[in-house]
C-alpha cells in the first residue's frame, strides 16, 4: 500500500513526460547514486520550466518518507527489485535521502514509464 495517494504519482507523471518531451531537454547518463550532482547540472537549464516547477513544488510538498517512496516506486518500475523486496527498496530509499529528490527523480528519462510500472506493480490501474 502507498502513502503516496496515486493521484499525485500520475500528476507527477504527467509533468514528467511534458517535460522530457520538450528537445531541449538533455539528460546525460544515470548516476551511480541520488547524492551525484549530476541532476543539478543537467537541470541548471531548466529552472524557470513550468513542468519543472509544478513537479518540484508536489515533490518538495511531501513529507520525506513520501519522497523515498516516490524514489523507491521508480525503482521499482526500473526493474531495481521485485514487489516483493519492497521494503528493502524503501530502506535504500530512505537511506539515500536528501533534499533534491525531484531533481533526482525529473533528471531519469523514462521516469513516467517506471513510476507508471510501479505503479501497476502495486495494484493500481493504467491510465
Known sequence: MLSVNPETISRLIDLSR???????????QEPNSPSDDWALQALADHGDDEYYGEFESIIDDLEPDQQQEV????????????????SDLLTQASEQWNERTAEYLIAH????????EGLD??????E
Open 18 to 28: 511534458a517535460f522530457h518531451a520538450k528537445e531541449s531537454v538533455v539528460i546525460p
Open 71 to 86: 524514489v523507491a516506486l521508480m525503482w521499482l518500475g526500473r526493474g531495481d527489485a521485485s514487489l516483493e523486496e519492497w
Open 109 to 116: 528519462p523514462f521516469l513516467a514509464e517506471y513510476l507508471r
Open 121 to 126: 506493480l502495486h495494484g493500481y490501474e493504467s
